[in-house]
């Protein structure tokens, strides 16, 4: 569905190397990820695909048509909802989306847009001017304008940006209904939950060149080694009861609770080494590593 293949982009004034030999294979209903540090590439590369910004060496392909060959063809197939608010805001919603609809020649596709307006709590705001609307009702309009042609890829940059957690919660849940309807999604986001709530593959990118393209899960578990394992006592604790313990940094919380960070594979040995010391637990969590945790590491290695 989207092939890129040694893709790079200079920039010609600031001699910036936004995007360095970037190879990439999306295929068709993936709803994948791609993270990265402001700055790191992802704004250039989502530009590229929407023909708003020429690269400088490479390929790409989008539903199979070449992207400098084919540009209204590619322009079919793609629906971006950028980082900043593009629309005018003198019109209505209504106004605003037929005129995206004009840009394809689409006529009579008042239910359509009626329906996607409706699944994102927009309807009854239909005869109202785009200046009237609040900061998460603009982005939520974003998202029906990239859709109005039905593209078969659809690339959100930032999209919950400023929105509150009840209508970002409004916004996955569509998003996952078309992903289940077949979409082709790709997500750039700064909330790492929300790829990790949402999406199956997980990009990375920074300083322009791609660190990491795995499954979520896959990624997950390779970097799951370390686990943060919280064990719970019945009585008060000293920092000093478990110098035994040091080389898997014992902190004190809640006075009766130590946190380890330890491997998985030494958890056994840790617990037989307290029991040995006749302390006795009353219960143990244990951290599973999460998303944001990994996408850290990833960026500081």
């Given amino acids: 569905m989207l092939k890129i293949s040694n893709l790079s982009k200079t920039y010609v004034k600031t001699k910036h190397e936004a ?8 295929t068709k209903g993936e709803f994948t990820a791609l993270l990265g540090q402001n700055g790191a590439g992802k704004t250039s590369l989502i530009n590229i695909l929407g023909g708003n910004v020429k690269k400088t060496h490479g390929e790409v392909e989008i539903g199979g048509y070449d992207l400098e060959r084919n540009e209204l063809e590619t322009k079919k197939m793609i629906g971006i909802v950028p980082q900043e608010i593009s629309y005018d805001f003198a019109f209505t ?29 927009l309807k009854d705001k239909k005869k109202a001017y785009g200046r009237e609307l609040s900061g998460g009702m603009k982005r939520r309009l974003l998202i029906v304008k990239a859709l109005v042609h039905k593209p078969q890829i659809l690339i959100l940059d930032e999209p919950t940006a400023g929105v509150d957690i009840e209508l970002r919660q409004t916004m996955y849940e569509f998003l996952q209904s078309l992903h289940k309807n077949g979409m082709t999604i790709v997500l ?26 795995e499954p979520k899960d896959k990624l997950l578990k390779d970097f799951s080694n370390e686990i943060e394992v919280e064990i719970l006592f019945d009585s008060k604790l000293n920092i000093t009861d478990f110098d035994f313990l040091r080389e898997y940094s014992p902190k004190i919380k809640e006075e009766s609770n130590v946190v380890l960070k330890i491997f998985k594979n030494d958890l056994t040995k840790v617990l037989e080494m307290i029991m040995a010391k006749e302390m006795n637990f009353i219960d143990l969590n244990i951290k599973k590593q999460k998303l944001e945790d990994v996408y850290l590491h990833l960026i500081r290695r």
């Fill in 188 to 213: 750039t986001t700064h909330y790492i939950e929300e790829a990790e709530k949402l999406c199956k593959r997980v990009i990375v990118i920074k300083d322009g060149a791609i660190i990491a393209d």
């Fill in 93 to 121: 919603v209504d106004e605003i989306l037929k005129k995206q609809s004009g840009y394809f020649g689409l006529k009579n596709n008042n239910e359509y847009i009626d329906s996607l307006l409706e699944s994102l709590g």
């Fill in 19 to 26: 995007l360095k030999d970037i190879n990439l294979h999306i």
